[in-house]
């Protein structure tokens, strides 16, 4: 991660900003930026001037009510409006600098953006089999090779212990909250630079999503991650910035403790964090 370096007048991220500086210290690059985004389905539109950024190795958290564009926003993000019929993106999204748009190969673009989502889709396969497939599909072959990034992979899951001993039964045998677990393993078998949650939780029990907090603690060390959640403790929990989807557009974006200590832009922001409409 690149050291802050001196403080100067920024633009504050979110269509609730819009217009005010800040002062708070440069970051160096993003890993990902976004540029004024639209998004729509045939005639209408979803998301409305998004724009901002993801640093590395940091835990963006994004809240607000149902139908604001969230999950949309993560389609975007690796180009899944090209599975969408309809679907239709306008603006920029960036990675490392680079227009996703521009990339000729959307499955190396995936490759390096990996998706989880709220509810675990486990492949008719193997425990080992869902770990190992897509780096089969990148070419390796060295049975030792597959066995090292299937317990790796499986280890920074939190679910190798419970499952060591069985690793050729079907993934779909296993608990809800382990194949939520299988499906992390599995989006890290391609070890991608970000990791994007949507609402990773939906469908699990209380202490293993507590357990699968514990992991993407662990996994910022070495990954960014995006993740929407319907939590907003679980947002205080892990993101260390947070942004606020409404109706389309981000209304604030802010580090995760001052929105919920009540530094806000926009009043919105803080009757949505204290439970007041949502």
């Known amino acids: 991660m690149v050291s802050p370096g001196p403080s100067h007048p920024v633009p504050v991220e979110g269509a609730g900003g819009r217009g005010r500086t800040s002062v708070r210290p440069v970051q160096g690059p993003p890993k990902l930026e976004v540029r004024d985004l639209w998004l729509g389905y045939g005639s209408r539109t979803v998301l409305r001037q998004v724009s901002l950024s993801v640093r590395e190795n940091e835990i963006l958290g994004i809240i607000g009510p149902a139908n604001g564009g969230k999950t949309s926003f993560l389609r975007a993000l690796n180009r899944m409006n090209e599975l969408t019929p309809g679907m239709w993106v306008r603006g920029q999204i960036l990675l490392d600098g680079e227009d996703i748009s521009r990339l000729p190969n959307v499955y190396s673009l995936r490759r390096r953006i990996g998706v989880v989502f709220p509810l675990p889709v486990g492949l008719p396969l193997s425990i080992y089999d869902n770990v190992a497939l897509a780096p089969r599909l990148a070419g390796i072959r060295s049975k030792a090779k597959l066995d090292e990034i299937v317990e790796r992979c499986l280890v920074r899951a939190a679910l190798w212990d419970e499952v060591k001993d069985r690793l050729h039964a079907l993934g779909s045998l296993l608990s809800g909250g382990q194949q939520q677990r299988l499906t992390i393993a599995r989006a890290l078998s391609q070890d991608p630079e970000l990791l994007l949650l949507d609402e990773f939780s939906i ?76």
């Open 203 to 278: 469908a699990v029990d209380p202490v293993t999503t507590m357990r699968i907090e514990d992991v993407l603690k662990e996994l910022k060390r070495e990954i960014t991650i995006v993740l929407v959640t319907n939590l907003v403790q679980q947002a205080r929990r892990l993101a260390d910035r947070t942004a606020f989807f409404l109706n389309g557009e981000v209304v604030e974006i802010g580090e995760t403790e001052a929105l919920f200590q009540g530094k806000v832009e926009d009043p919105r922001t803080l009757e949505y964090l204290e439970g007041k409409f949502g």
